[in-house]
């Protein structure tokens, strides 16, 4: 899909003559999804990444979007010293910006409750998630894993005593990652479509990584509250975005340019405005570079 870009006329006068010069929109925002769009091979930003987010974050707020926590995505901001943007983790589930917090919205403890029942009797760990809290039943193989992609430490905590203190306070988790086997995450998976598909949004990131937050929230969404609350004198027009996954494709389609990496799922590239090199290749530098020129 191709969307119409909104078109200013910059008109000159010289003596008798009208000279009419057509411009697209100015992006003033850039919103970015992290693992499979903007991190390379080694979950790292690329030097060409950080020169081209150093160059524009004058001229253009640059706004990580992505699953992760807030703690996940800080160091990246820190390097490219952009710390004090907003932040949209946990795909919108909570909206930051600096101490304030712009947006909140929780899988409830019930549903949090549920989500533990279902797999019990498996052998998938259960992450539970609540701003920069992250709470894991052991140090096994996927929390390690985890906290070498995000650079976190996790809380060790049993899955029955965080359920035992968040029931006290009615609190619920901004999301809860369930890793395993293929082939026990495909059955869980069924399960939750089955009996919580109307709260939840259960999103298979990889065959053995089920990610769960809210229904009621998107990357989009998230975008929406920074436009009303942080940036109200812009407008979706003025936003750039890139993504990769099936999460990223609302945020891509609503902003005035949704760029797809060339390593994004089908789906995704059919729909984008734009395709560039895929995240390996350092594809959001090479895109910035060319839809982001200030003077």
């Known amino acids: 899909m191709v969307k119409q870009e909104e078109i200013y006329i910059y008109v000159e006068y010289d003596q008798d003559y009208l000279f009419v010069y057509p411009c697209t929109m100015s992006y003033k925002l850039l919103c970015t999804d992290i693992d499979g769009t903007l991190l390379n091979a080694d979950r790292e930003l690329a030097p060409e990444t950080i020169s081209e987010f150093k160059r524009i974050k004058k001229d253009c707020d640059i706004i990580l979007a992505s699953s992760r926590m807030p ?30 917090v712009l947006s909140s919205t929780e899988v409830g403890f019930e549903e949090v409750k549920r989500i533990a029942e279902l797999s019990e009797g498996t052998d998938i760990h259960v992450s539970i998630y609540n701003n920069d809290e992250w709470f894991v039943p052991a140090i096994d193989y996927w929390a390690n894993r985890e906290a070498s992609n995000t650079k976190v430490t996790p809380q060790v905590r049993s899955l029955a005593e965080t359920l035992a203190a968040y029931g006290k306070i009615n609190r619920g988790a901004h999301k809860v990652m369930c890793m395993g086997s293929a082939e026990e995450i495909a059955v869980l998976y069924d399960s939750l479509i089955d009996q919580l598909n109307d709260d939840l949004h259960v999103y298979k990131s990889k065959d053995t990584y089920l990610e769960i937050a809210s229904k009621k929230i998107s990357k989009k969404s998230a975008i929406a509250t920074l436009l009303q609350h942080k940036y109200p004198d812009l407008k979706w027009g003025n936003v750039i975005a890139f993504g990769d996954n099936y999460n990223d494709m609302e945020m891509l389609e609503a902003v005035g340019m949704g760029v797809a990496v060339g390593n994004a799922k089908k789906e995704v590239l059919a729909m984008a405005d734009d395709v560039t090199a895929t995240n390996k290749e350092h594809g959001v530098a090479h895109s910035i570079a060319k839809h982001l020129i200030f003077s």
């Open 71 to 100: 703690e996940a995505m800080r160091h990246l901001q820190a390097e490219v010293g952009i710390q004090s943007s907003p932040l949209i983790a946990y795909n919108g589930g909570l909206v930051l910006d600096g101490d304030k």
